[in-house]
């Protein structure tokens, strides 16, 4: 089971390359707070060094049966130190990531880029 949050495609790009059908985290919100597979898998966008609050809330409301919890965070310009942060974040909330990772993808904040 992988669950995403994405905004711009990247995340979602990333989640299909492992699993043929994610479950998006805005959708999953609204269903069940109890999810039970082998190995659940979470990919999202560092922003701003963080995960984002989307996924911040749905980590945190939800509950995981699973012998084995992973997390993949896609970046453009650079993840900075969000594999350690989230980890200790979670850790002390009592969700252990097994493994995490990063993805670099082609940086698209755009307010950086000069459209014209």
Sequence with gaps: ????????????????????????????????????DNQIGIVCPVYCGEIPNTVKEFLKESKFDTKYMYLILTYGNSASDCPEFTYNEFKALGINFDYIDTVH????????????
């Design 1 to 36: 089971m992988v669950f995403y949050f994405t905004a711009t495609g990247n995340s979602l790009y990333v989640a299909k390359c492992i699993d043929e059908y994610p479950v998006s985290i805005p959708q999953a919100i609204k269903n069940s707070s109890i999810y039970s």
């Design 105 to 116: 993808c082609v940086d698209n904040y755009l307010p950086v880029f000069d459209m014209a």
